[in-house]
C-alpha cells in the first residue's frame, strides 16, 4: 500500500501541471485576442469619429446651400443679378476701351443702257464697270 500511496500523489501533480499549462496557454490566446480586438477597436472607433465629423460638415453645407443667403450670394457674384432697384454695375479691366464698329459705305453701281440690252440679248450677267 505504501507503493500505491506514493504513486497517486505524483500523477495528481503531473495532472495538475499540464492542467495548469493549458489553462495558461488558453489565458495567452485570449489576451492575445483581447489586443486584436481592441486595436480594432480604435481604429473602428476612429472612422467612426471621421464620418461623424463628415456628416456635421456635409449638414452644415446643406444647410447654407438651402438658405437664401447662398442664394443671394450665387445671383450677385456669379449671374450679375441683384435685387429690384439695384443698379448693377460691372467694372471692365483696365486698358479695354470700347473699338467702334466701322459702318459700311454702299455706292451705288451704275448701269449703263447698253449693258442691260447686251445682258438680255446674250443671257450675260450684269457687272459693274
Known sequence: ???????????????????????VMDFNSRMAEL?????????????VTSLVATQRSLETQVAYATSTAAVFYWAYNYERLGREGD????PKPEGSLPQPTPTPIITPVVIQNWQVWLSLLVDQQLTAP
Do not use: C
Not at 500500500?1 to 489553462?23: R, Y
Not at 443698379?87 to 460691372?90: E, K, P, Q, S, T
Open 1 to 23: 500500500m505504501n507503493k500505491l500511496g506514493k504513486g497517486w500523489k505524483p500523477a495528481l501533480i503531473l495532472v495538475g501541471f499540464v492542467v495548469l499549462v493549458f489553462l
Open 35 to 47: 489586443r486584436r480586438l481592441t486595436a480594432e477597436k480604435e481604429e473602428v472607433s476612429a472612422k
Open 87 to 90: 443698379i448693377l454695375v460691372v
